[in-house]
Nanobody
């Protein structure tokens, strides 16, 4: 299993970013996918999840209405569209698949600052 996140960077408050997580080594379309984040000095938290065929999504209260998780099973990729970003969204963002054990990507840094 291999997960590679990309799309992070520095953005001003109110800006947008789209994160991508490219997956390989398993049957992507058969598994739910999740995005987590970890800010400095804080626990890693679940941000959003999506079912295997994308029919159902869930979000942390802190990002509802601002973030959208989606997936393209033809590209083995899950996305996180982040709008109206706030400084408190600053964190390393990880994607995860639970396939027996949990597999994580290496993370991508998102920094929201003016």
């Amino acid at each position: 299993v291999h997960l590679v996140e990309s799309g992070g960077g520095l953005v001003q408050p109110g800006g947008s970013l789209r994160l991508s997580c490219a997956a390989s080594g398993f049957t992507f379309s058969s598994f739910a996918m999740r995005w987590y984040r970890q800010a400095p000095g804080k626990e890693r938290e679940l941000v959003a999840s999506i079912t295997s065929v994308g029919g159902s999504t869930n979000y942390a209260d802190s990002v509802k209405g601002r973030f959208t998780i989606s997936r393209d099973n033809t590209k083995n990729t899950v996305y996180l569209q982040m709008n109206s970003l706030k400084p408190e969204d600053t964190a390393v963002y990880y994607c995860k698949v639970q396939r027996g054990v949990g597999y994580w990507g290496q993370g991508t840094q998102v920094t929201v600052s003016s």
